[in-house]
Every structure is written in structure tokens, then in C-alpha cells.
């Protein structure tokens, strides 16, 4: 159920909050390494590589709707703060409709540009181009479901509940496990076998979190004949979502010129950047959770005009993730390779070679990632969306630039692609510092709360 975050102990509150995000995302990066070995196991490294591939397409595609469904939840959780349900209403119904329309148009579009997107822009070796195509037109044949659940998934966790996505997640999980060996193990479908498990597990968890949603939440749910576009809820959705989206849009087409760097070098590095980042994103996940559960404890509380718990939240959060930091960098190191053996046959690979390599780069720069990932966090929360869009692009023009130059310029081969990842990240730590030294943020919120309260201005 709801969970209000204005009362209680602040760390308890997130870590409560913050634990089934965690769990959820592992399960999710589980699900992801698992899919990726049954691929790369039972189809072989061509097929690998060619779902590799079409992965920064998927991720900008994908951003247009997440984008928009992460800037409602700043607006729900803000509302739900100050106990404003009906504008809450308004909003989930609002956006509903705009999820629905947008999930039918995205079927269509991905159908008739998946095949020249991977081509001419993506320069995708003709030797995994059809499997590629293949994979991306059966994935988003069933792209309605992806996107409806992560608007119910962020509304939920924006209200506080976190567990309920963890359920509905657990299971769309063993759903797509079992599906991925049955289509692809049994039924020899290939990658397009791989597609189909992925969009009917997804299709169950966002009809179970439908009901659920109907049944439980009466505070957002409507009837059939309420349902209702709202101008002004959807201007707000607009103000937040739009820049959300158009960020996370940015950093998809920035990735799909790194994927374009990364294909010049051939199956084996594009096997070895997929592989390399599934084993980066399962260890280091607990730091983007952190970061990322803040932001609806900062909606939360800036709406109720509780200024202390937000410092205090950020302060303890920075402490807790530094810790893990000092956990998770070692661990990758040394079972990195075993895990990275789990992807092909054979265990003298040259993408393993390659993608441990890629981990090595990418573990010093992790306390940069934590640093901006909780500041961010916060400022996402109070509604500064606009300035960590900025930054964000900031940094995804630093990696690309810094990706480019050490590859022609140093001629450093694919290791400037995987160093070029730890730049992004430290370009935005003093901007970032800065920005939440100046209180700016403060100001941002859609919801207009109590005077804030500033006794702990020497906390910041």
C-alpha cells in the first residue's frame, strides 16, 4: 500500500522504500544476464551480438514514454505529499490516456524504421542485421505493455510503494526465464523467440498491476466513464516529463553513437560491450537505487514543506552508498570474469577478454556515479528537472567527444570506448555540487509548499 514519507526515521523510511527497488532492479539485471546466456549459449555469439546490437534502439524508443512516466511521478509523488488526490487523479488519468496512444503509435513506428535505423545510422553489420530487425519487431509489437507498467510501477513508488512492483516484477521474471528456454532452448525460435518471452511476461506483470491498481488504489484509479484528458494535469505532466524524456531521448541517440563506434569493431566487441555492461549494471545497481529512491522521498517532503528530512535523507544516503561503492568495486573485479564466462562456450573468448577489460575501466570512476546519482536524485524530486537534464547532457557530450578522441585521435582501439564512460561521469560532479550549494532547487516544486524551514542550513 501508500506510504507516506513526510513522518518517521529518515533513513529507515528510504532504506524501507529504497530495499524492493533494489531487489527488483537485481532481478531485473538477473533476468537480463539470463536472457543474454541463453542467447549467446544456445543460438551462439552471431545472435548475441546481433541482440546487442539493437539495444541503444530499444533504449531510445523506450525514452520517449519513460522519460514522460518519470516526470509524472515527480508531480504524484508531490501531490500525494500534500494530500492533493484528486489533482492526483487527474494527472494518472491524464497521462493513462497519452500511454495508450503513444504504445499503439510506437508498434507502428519501430515496424517501419527498425530496418534502416540499424542500417544506415547504427552501421550494423550485415551479418547480424536481419536477427537484429527481427528482435526489435517483436519486442514492440508488445511495446503497449512495457510502457503501461512502468507508468503504474512509478506512480506506485511515487506514493511510496515500492513492494508491489517487486511482486509483480519477481514473477514477469520467472515467466520470461521459463519462456526464454521454452522458446528458444525447446522450440529453436531464435532471437525473435527471445523477443516474445520478454513482451508476454511483460504483458502479465502490467495487467497484474492493473488490477491491483483498481482494487487498492482508489485514491487513482477511475472508472471507464471517468477517464478523462485534463489540459492543465497534462501541461504539468508536459512541464516535468518532456525534459525527462527529451534527456533520456539525448542519451539514447548519444548511446547509438557509441554503439555506432562500438559496431565498427565488430561482433566481438559489440557481444563484449553487452556483456560487460550486464555484469557492470547487476553489481552496481545498488548505487542507481540509492540515487534514484531519494527523488519520490524529495517529492514527498517537499510538497508537505519538510525541508530537514530531505538534507538529512541526502546526508545519510551519500553515506550508505560510498559503503556499498567500497563493497561492490571489489567484488567486480575479482569474480567479473566467471561471470562474464557465463555468455559463451568457450572460456578463452575474446569477448570475455574484452568485456573484463571494460569492467576494469569502468570501476574507479563509481564514486563519481554515486555523488552525482544522489544529487540528482534530490533535485529530480523537488522538480529541477530542467538543470539535471542539463547535466545530464553535459555528460553524455563529454563521454561521446572523450569516445571519439581516444579512439582516432590516441588511437587507443575499443579502450577509449570503455574509458570514455568513467568521463561522463566525473564531468558532472562540480556542477552538480554547485547547483545544490545555490538552494536553486528549492524553488522548483509544483506544488507549493509550507515555508520551507531553514534551520538546517548549515547542513548542506
Wanted: charged residues 15%.
Amino acid at each position: 500500500m501508500a506510504r507516506d514519507m513526510t513522518e518517521g526515521s529518515v533513513l529507515k523510511t528510504i532504506l524501507t522504500f529504497a530495499t524492493p527497488i533494489l531487489i527488483g532492479q537485481i532481478l531485473q539485471m538477473t533476468y537480463n544476464l539470463v536472457d543474454s546466456i541463453i542467447v549467446g549459449r544456445f543460438i551462439g555469439e552471431m545472435q548475441l551480438a546481433s541482440v546487442a546490437a539493437t539495444y541503444t534502439t530499444v533504449t531510445l524508443f523506450n525514452a520517449l514514454i519513460t522519460g514522460f512516466t518519470i516526470g509524472t511521478s515527480v508531480i504524484i509523488a508531490q501531490f500525494f505529499g500534500a494530500k492533493k488526490f484528486d489533482d492526483l487523479r487527474k494527472t494518472f488519468s491524464t497521462t493513462y490516456i497519452c500511454i495508450l496512444l503513444a504504445g499503439i503509435l510506437m508498434a507502428g513506428v519501430v515496424f517501419v524504421a527498425a530496418r534502416p535505423l540499424l542500417l544506415h545510422v547504427l552501421d550494423t553489420p550485415l551479418s547480424i542485421l536481419d536477427d537484429a530487425v527481427l528482435y526489435l519487431r517483436v519486442y514492440y509489437s508488445g511495446a503497449l505493455f512495457v510502457f503501461m507498467y512502468n507508468l503504474l510501477a512509478d506512480s506506485l513508488r511515487a506514493m511510496g510503494d515500492s513492494l508491489r512492483p517487486l511482486w509483480f516484477l519477481f514473477i514477469s521474471c520467472v515467466i520470461n526465464i521459463v519462456l526464454d528456454l521454452l522458446f528458444v532452448v525447446v522450440f529453436h525460435w531464435g532471437v525473435a523467440g527471445a523477443a516474445f518471452a520478454t513482451i508476454l511476461a511483460q504483458a502479465f506483470a502490467c495487467l497484474a498491476a492493473l488490477l491491483y491498481v483498481r482494487r487498492h488504489y482508489t485514491i487513482m484509479w477511475f472508472k471507464l466513464r471517468e477517464i478523462k484528458f485534463h489540459r492543465h494535469y497534462f501541461g504539468l505532466a508536459i512541464k516535468l516529463g518532456i525534459p525527462e524524456a527529451f534527456q533520456k531521448v539525448v542519451m539514447s541517440v548519444c548511446f547509438m553513437w557509441q554503439q555506432r563506434l562500438v559496431n565498427s569493431f565488430g561482433p566481438v566487441t559489440i557481444a563484449a560491450f553487452l556483456a560487460g555492461q550486464r555484469v557492470d549494471q547487476l553489481l552496481g545497481m545498488p548505487i542507481i537505487v540509492l540515487g534514484s529512491a531519494i527523488a519520490p522521498f524529495t517529492g514527498q517532503n517537499i510538497g508537505a514543506g519538510k525541508m530537514d528530512r530531505i538534507f538529512e535523507g541526502r546526508k545519510r544516503l551519500f553515506t550508505m552508498s560510498f559503503l556499498v561503492c567500497l563493497v561492490c568495486a571489489p567484488i567486480l573485479i575479482l569474480i567479473g570474469r566467471p561471470l562474464l564466462s557465463l555468455f559463451v562456450a568457450d572460456a578463452q573468448s575474446e569477448v570475455i577478454t574484452q568485456a573484463y577489460q571494460y569492467l576494469l575501466c569502468i570501476v574507479p570512476f563509481f564514486f563519481f556515479q554515486v555523488f552525482n546519482s544522489v544529487t540528482s536524485g534530490v533535485m529530480r524530486g523537488a522538480g529541477d528537472v530542467k538543470y539535471t537534464t542539463f547535466l545530464s547532457f553535459t555528460s553524455l557530450f563529454a563521454r561521446i567527444g572523450a569516445a571519439y578522441f581516444m579512439v582516432y585521435v590516441l588511437k587507443m582501439g575499443y579502450i577509449g570506448i570503455w574509458l570514455s564512460t568513467g568521463v561522463g561521469f566525473a564531468i558532472c560532479v562540480l556542477p552538480n555540487f554547485l547547483r545544490f550549494r545555490s538552494r536553486r532547487w528549492m524553488t522548483k516544486a509544483i506544488v507549493r509548499p509550507a515555508p520551507l524551514q531553514t534551520e538546517t542550513e548549515k547542513t548542506a
